[in-house]
Each structure stands twice: as structure tokens, then as C-alpha cells.
């Protein structure tokens, strides 16, 4: 089935350090979704882009919805312990149910 | 706010045992979704439903059986369990309006067939 490529796989970072993630895929996506799930529970929505080229931001979280429609952006300023677990990228394409999940990113912030 | 319930939270199934994941929500969404996640992987979705009565094949639903006969409750059931269904199933669900994309998640069940 259809994936996306999310990368870094993991990063350790320490704590007040900015993070970049990306997810690239090779057909177009109409909306790219972020996702956050802490250990032992499902993803929770962090932001949600709709129109090609949007940047949008959340607190310290900012995304942008690439502008080729097949990539997506995610950055995290001035990171906290709190930040720590998988972040996950998401594309959906018009009309469709289905939403493509990245293989997550995982990340470790050291204080 | 309870949101979406899954149960139960863990379980171990023995090959060919079969077994039904539950649902429920109590947020009103006329949409539910089941997704697996394998580890390392994102999720896949399983089966999905766009309201009471109606539901329709996901990307993986080989193994698997749904039924949506109310808003609330959207059960996932396995027949006879596999090895390969070892995974975490989560469901999810949303609504309409501006919210429309966001999709609520339970918590998970993990499924361990031996």
C-alpha cells in the first residue's frame, strides 16, 4: 500500500533545541494532518493543513503544507522534556476516507 | 469527556480463536475508522464507516469484519485469528463542520495471537 517517507526515523535532542521533521511522498495529497502519540495511548491531532503552501502554527509547533503538494514540514521551537514521543505525518487525498500514515518520527528530549 | 472507548485494553488470542475489539462514542461523529499499527509502523486503516448501517473496505481488511447498526458502536471482530493480526488496533472517529478532519482516537488494544 501507499506510504509516506518520514524522516528523521528518530532524533535525541537537548532540551531548548529546535526540531525539524519532514514526510515526502511521491502522489499528491489534498490535506496533511500531524499527529502526536505518547506511549500506551492513540495519536492526538497537532495541526492540520488544507491548501498548498499554508504554514500554520500551534505554540511552539509550526507546519507547512509543501507547496508541490507532496511534502509536508514540521518544526518544534525551544523543545521541552514534554515534546518527547512519535510524531506522526498523515495525507489525504480529495474525496477519500483514507488517511496515509508516515512511519513516525521518535523523539527524546534530554534535560 | 470520555470520547472513544476501546475495549479491552489487552488481549492474547490463541490461533483460530476469534474475538470482537469494541468501540463506542460519545461525541455524536457519524464517521468511525479502524486503523492497526505495527511497531515501527504508522497506522493502516482496516475498515471504516460513514455512518449507522453503512461501512466500507480500508487498506488491510483481509481478516477482519465490521458492523456499524448505531452511531455510537463500531465493533471490529475477528474470525479466526492469525499471528499476523499481532498488533495495536485503534479507532477513531470524527465529525463535520469545521472540525471535519480531525480524527479522535481511542487509546489502543493490544492484540497478541500465539
Known amino acids: 500500500g501507499q506510504q509516506l517517507n518520514q524522516s528523521p526515523q528518530s532524533m535525541f535532542i537537548q532540551e531548548g533545541e529546535d526540531v525539524s521533521m519532514n514526510c515526502t511522498s511521491s502522489?499528491?495529497?489534498?490535506?496533511w494532518l500531524w499527529y502526536k502519540q505518547d506511549p500506551g495511548e492513540g495519536p492526538v491531532l497537532l495541526i492540520a493543513?488544507?491548501?498548498?503552501?499554508e504554514l500554520t502554527s500551534n505554540g511552539r509547533l509550526t507546519a507547512q503544507f509543501g507547496i508541490t503538494r507532496k511534502d509536508s514540514f514540521l518544526n518544534i521551537s525551544a523543545s521541552i522534556p514534554s515534546d518527547v514521543g512519535i510524531y506522526f505525518c498523515a495525507g489525504q487525498k480529495g474525496g477519500s476516507e483514507k488517511l496515509v500514515f508516515g512511519k513516525g518520527t521518535k523523539l527524546t528530549v534530554n534535560p | 469527556n470520555a470520547g472513544v472507548t476501546q475495549t479491552p485494553k489487552f488481549r492474547i488470542l490463541k490461533i483460530g480463536q476469534s474475538m470482537t475489539l469494541q468501540c463506542t462514542q460519545d461525541?455524536?461523529?457519524?464517521?468511525m475508522y479502524w486503523y492497526r499499527q505495527d511497531p515501527g509502523m504508522g497506522l493502516k486503516l482496516i475498515y471504516y464507516s460513514v455512518g449507522a448501517g453503512i461501512t466500507d473496505k480500508g487498506e488491510v481488511p483481509n481478516g477482519y469484519n465490521v458492523s456499524r447498526s448505531t452511531t455510537e458502536d463500531f465493533p471490529l471482530r475477528l474470525e479466526l485469528a492469525a499471528p499476523s493480526q499481532t498488533s495495536v488496533y485503534f479507532c477513531?472517529?470524527?465529525?463535520?463542520?469545521?472540525?471535519?478532519?480531525?480524527?479522535?482516537f481511542g487509546a489502543g488494544t493490544r492484540l497478541s495471537v500465539l
Open positions: 502522489s499528491i495529497f489534498n490535506t
Open positions: 461525541m455524536n461523529h457519524n464517521y
Open positions: 493543513l488544507y491548501k498548498a503552501g
Open positions: 477513531a472517529s470524527r465529525g463535520t463542520g469545521y472540525t471535519k478532519n480531525i480524527q479522535y
